[in-house]
């Protein structure tokens, strides 16, 4: 058994706006505090009309006005694409909105296209090699001021704000192990390095004054149902997403399909099945099958789902069966 957590990017499924989206993540992260998951974060993405959680921190809050024990945060911010201090700020004021509720998960990636970084960023080059040192800096910015500092995080100095480290990549386990930082690897979209940055992350972890042993979190997309078929029916939507995506066509998450071969080319379905390889999708004895194995596989120390389903009821259905699932470790 291990604690689940659920990442969430606010989907704005076709025929419904971005306020129903807010709504819907909003009664997702009830639905999951009320059956005892860990944490319920939000991704930051940008210049995607299927995603509404943009301003993460704003959605963290809005989630967070409407819980009162689970944990809530970004999986994650794109640090490159903001200084340190307005991200110091941010959380600092949702952890004083939200005492020891808050996580700041990191990223060194875009989350969007080129030309959409370029406006967020200015600078591309400058944003992603200063990665690490924005990190130390972000660490500063939380801890208790120095009585000379001459740059505060107001809200943000002294705010005891967890930061996590997420990636895809063996960059970030490399990172993360020498920085001391608990490690969430997207391995529901990014699956190749996941065991090898899993290894790293472990081997040459350093003890820090906030974590003294490796900690990791796996990321599976998930689609739980009474049946197999069901829930097969209803992950088609994330997959129409990951082929739009390398059609570069840009539009609302995408209705169901009861078949897919009239949509996607043979290579296309290779490639997405290759990429959404550990996803958990099937009635609660095949996701149980799946996903205990994977645990198995990655020793992992907690499970993040996302879980891409169009209709809101399903969605909502999928996370009351996950939490009945053997594997489920309910928070304290």
Known sequence: MVPFSILDLSPVAE????????????????????????????????????????????????????????????????LPNHSPLVIAEQFGTLEALFPGRVDLGLGRAPGTDMRTAQALRRNLDAGAQSFPNDIVELQHLFSPADENQSILAVPGNGAKVPIWLLGSSL???????????PYAFASHFAPEALLDAVAIYRDRFTPSATLDKPYVMVGVMGSAAETDEEAEYHFTSAQQQFVNLR????????????????????????????????????????????????????????????MPIHDIEARLRSVELFAQLPSFKKAA
Do not use: C
Not at 58 to 68: D, E, L, M, P
């Open 15 to 78: 025929g419904s706006t971005v306020s129903q989206s807010f709504e819907g993540s909003k009664r997702l992260a009830q639905k999951a505090e009320a059956l005892g998951y860990t944490r319920f974060w939000l991704a930051e993405h940008h210049g995607m009309p299927g995603v509404a959680s943009a301003a993460t921190a704003v959605v963290i809050g809005h989630v967070g006005a409407a819980t009162s024990r689970i944990r809530i945060g970004s999986g994650g911010v794109m």
């Open 171 to 181: 960059y970030s386990a490399h990172l993360a192990a020498m920085l001391g930082l």
């Open 247 to 306: 059609r570069n066509v840009r539009g609302p998450f995408p209705r169901p399909r009861r078949d897919m071969d009239d949509f996607w080319t043979p290579m296309e379905k290779l490639n997405v099945e290759h990429t959404l390889r550990y996803a958990v999708v099937g009635s609660p004895a095949t996701a149980e099958a799946k996903l205990s194995q994977f645990i198995k596989d990655t020793e992992a120390d907690e499970v993040i789902i996302s």
